[in-house]
Every structure is written in structure tokens, then in C-alpha cells.
């Protein structure tokens, strides 16, 4: 954990550092860059490691959807950063039709990055690829909740990047809340609409722009014309990645009873033929990350009829992937973010009516 004088101090080197214009060279930029892509590349099995013991997901899970996706950002940042910083020339108006206006990207100047614990990588580091590359100075705090991923965040950055510039804070929400006493430049925080709204609040204070990238339902609907072998696969297999736990998750379907039927059938051998017919012995799943969050999903199990899965293992923070059908709109699981691996089915007669559902939520 970091003290509050440690914070202080990190924040103040950062600041110090920007002041002094050492983020402003494209240069500079381009190479913390490429040192950030270096420290995925050469450290690919220490991220694996930690991403096993917080979530206990697959390599492959955390080389493709969070070394590889931010690999691929800083490779594209690069390839289009000269254009990106161009003075821009605008049109004349009335107000300057007298002159040249063009308009500057300016680095905003100390940012803080809050992570999130489900892709704990990725969305820590993600946006940090985007305020180095626009010249800012950044504070990193990593989610406490996947305590292995943060450590070695913590441990490993300081060896590639600047360290007067680029600073990680680890800790829980005293922590947390400390930091949002301070004065940034700007906030990127991705997680809950709870803690985004304190997120928000503290922003206000000092008007400082935030971004927040919170969570939500997805629904999914499928109609008479569907390919079902091909619709199960792609929704099974955005429900299964990351053991459900993604905002982008699909997080429930509506169709007609007769489809629901055939979604079903399909499903459950389809889920047999990727996890077999104990999914808790397969390698490819992922765990949910406490068992805070076991206690939470094992209720929306009894908001509905198993259709498929329902197998719950508090101590091995364990939940299969499961399909609820018979579930009252009014249901927990269908107004709270799922995030986990139970998919409910909603029967509807028609897209209108499927429209209409997803629009008076």
C-alpha cells in the first residue's frame, strides 16, 4: 500500500516533471511507448502468472484480450501520432476572417488512471498508452481487487518508464480516496456507475474532465432468420470469456418461446463441446474473482428455471455457465448488471416488442 506522503510525493514529482516540459517532446513520447509495448513483450509470462492467481484466466484469454489488444494500441498510437498532433486549420467564420486560426493538442497535464479488476491489465494500461502519447504525466492506480495483476503492474512499470512521469499507487479505497482529494487534470476511471458517481463528484470539486467508462446491460435479440449454431456460438462465447465478467458481455436475450427452445439445445452442446461435461475441471474458464461476487450470482440463480449449468463452488469461486428462463423482467437479474456467467431468457412475440422492452430500461 502507498502512504498519503507517498501520494502526495508522486504526485508532485509528476507534476514537477510536466511543468517542465519533459512530456511535451514527441520524442519523449514515442519512446515511452515503445519501452510500455517492451514491458508486455518481455514480461508476458509474469502478466500470465498474475492474471492466473487473481482470476485464474487462461493464457491464452490473457495474451489475447489484454497483452495483445494493448500491444496493438500502442502499434496504431504510433503509426497515426504525427497526424494526431498537427496544428489543425479550421474554417474561417466571421469572428476570424481576418486570420489563420488553427487549433493545438495541448497534454492536459497530471492524469489519473483508476483500473478496473476484471481485465486488470488492459484497463489499467490501456488508457495510459493514450495520455503518454498526448503528453501527459500519469498516476496509475490499479484495483485493489486483483491484488497479484496490481503488484506486478507496481513492480514492473517503473523499469520501463520514466519515473518522474509516469507513477503507480497501490492500495483499496482509503487509498482510492485520498487520491480523488487531490487536484488532477483529468480522471479516467473505468468500473462501477456506484463508484463512478463519487468519481464524478470529487471531479466536480475541482471541475476537473472526466472520462467514465461504467457498466450496463446488453441485451441481445434473436429472431426467426437466425443461424442458431452460429448465434449460440458468438453469444456463448462473449458470455464465457472472462467467466461473464465484461461490461460488453451479452447480458440477456430476448426471443420467442420457440427459439428459446432451440437456443437451449444448441447451447448445451455447444458448452459441453468447448468445456466437457465437468466445465469446473476445464482449463478455459475463468473463476469469478471473490466470493463476494459468488454470493451475489448464486442469488440470480433463483430468480429463474436452470435451464443449463447452475453448478455454484463458493470455495473455488466457481459458477457454470448457466441460462435461466421463466424470469420476471422485474427480477434483480434482470435489472442489475449481471456480470457473470448466467444468461436469462426473456420470450417476446417480435423485434417491436423487444425494442420496446430494451428502451423502458
Known sequence: MSSSEDMKRAIQRAREAFQCGTTLSIDFRKRQLKALKRMYEENEAAFCSALAQDLKKPKQEAILLELNLLKDDITYILSRMDDWIKPEKIAPTIMTMFDQPLVYHDPYGVVLVLGAWNYPVQLALLPVSGAIAAGNCVIIKPSEVSPATAETIAKLLPKYLDKECYHVICGGIPETTELLKERFDYIFYTGSTAVGKIV???????????????????????????????????????????????????????????????????????????YGTNPKASPDLCRVINEKHVDRLSEYLKEGTVAVGGEVDREQLYIAPTILTDVSPKSKVMTDEIFGPILPIISVESAYEAISFINAR
Do not use: H
Request: charged share 30%; proline share 4%.
Open 200 to 274: 464524478r463528484d470529487a471531479a466536480n470539486k475541482n471541475l476537473t474532465p472526466v472520462t467514465l467508462e461504467l457498466g450496463g446491460k446488453s441485451p441481445v435479440y434473436i429472431d426467426d432468420s437466425v443461424d442458431m449454431e452460429v448465434a449460440v456460438r458468438r453469444i456463448l462465447w462473449g458470455k464465457c470469456i472472462n467467466l461473464g465478467q465484461t461490461c460488453i458481455a451479452p447480458d440477456y436475450i430476448l426471443c420467442s418461446k420457440q427459439l428459446q427452445d432451440k437456443f437451449v439445445e444448441v447451447a448445451r452442446r455447444v458448452l459441453e463441446e468447448w
